[in-house]
T-cell receptor, first 115, second 114 residues
Framework: EAQVTQNPRYLITVTGKKLTVTCSQNMNHEYMSWYRQDPGLGLRQIYYSMNVEVTDKGDVPEGYKVSRKEKRNFPLILESPSPNQTSLYFC??????????????FGPGTRLTVL | SQKIEQNSEALNIQEGKTATLTCNYTNYSPAYLQWYRQDPGRGPVFLLLIRENEKEKRKERLKVTFDTTLKQSLFHITASQPADSATYLC?????????????FGGGTRVLVKP
């Protein structure tokens, strides 16, 4: 089954404790992205990757790191989480479909609470 | 930067009626307009896309229009059913941006009552 998986699905942590949220896709997509979703603000892109070893900042990259060492994996790293990073996080993968449009396939989400 | 606005108020509608959602954007750029459905506790799912040179697109009971003069897309669910209850997100795809960047609206929640 074609899918994007994320782990963990739920995480409660404390300020300053480094964490990693994993993301994996089995569709051989070149593009992968991380978004956060907050009430009233919608989905905002944190980082994206256009291929292995190619990453770039999205709209809200501060406090986050990513890496893309393999095509299927795109982990999100919070080196020193803070309460304002409490949010619902989505990983997505995509390819430029037949007519070159960017259809996003989203994972199930990770709900992160930073105390 | 691009700003996408959707009506943040929930739309309550009777089963069988047509639900109409609005998506407005601020800046012009060569673009596609995408619509996604999001159910509680799940990631968004792609529904359909309309290109800037298309006035209307249909898929089953869904219809989307795209007016680049008004900078607006309308999303219609005809003959609505309780199973259509969800949050609907619009997203503007900038085809000239790196990676065809998508900017999402905040979504409109639709509740279809039997």
């Amino acid at each position: 089954e074609a899918q994007v998986t994320q782990n963990p699905r739920y995480l409660i942590t404390v300020t300053g404790k480094k964490l990693t949220v994993t993301c994996s896709q089995n569709m051989n997509h070149e593009y992968m992205s991380w978004y956060r979703q907050d009430p009233g603000l919608g989905l905002r892109q944190i980082y994206y990757s256009m291929n292995v070893e190619v990453t770039d900042k999205g709209d809200v990259p501060e406090g986050y790191k990513v890496s893309r060492k393999e095509k299927r994996n795109f982990p999100l790293i919070l080196e020193s989480p803070s309460p304002n990073q409490t949010s619902l996080y989505f990983c997505a993968s995509s390819w430029l479909a037949g007519d070159n449009y960017n259809e996003q396939f989203f994972g199930p989400g990770t709900r992160l609470t930073v105390l | 930067s691009q700003k996408i606005e959707q009506n943040s108020e929930a739309l309550n509608i009777q089963e069988g009626k047509t639900a109409t959602l609005t998506c407005n954007y601020t800046n012009y750029s060569p673009a596609y307009l995408q619509w996604y459905r999001q159910d509680p506790g799940r990631g968004p799912v792609f529904l359909l896309l309309i290109r800037e040179n298309e006035k209307e697109k249909r898929k089953e009971r869904l219809k989307v229009t795209f007016d680049t003069t008004l900078k607006q897309s309308l999303f219609h669910i005809t003959a609505s059913q309780p199973a259509d209850s969800a949050t609907y997100l619009c997203a503007l795809e900038d085809v000239k941006a790196a990676g065809n960047k998508l900017t999402f609206g905040g979504g409109t929640r639709v509740l279809v009552k039997p």
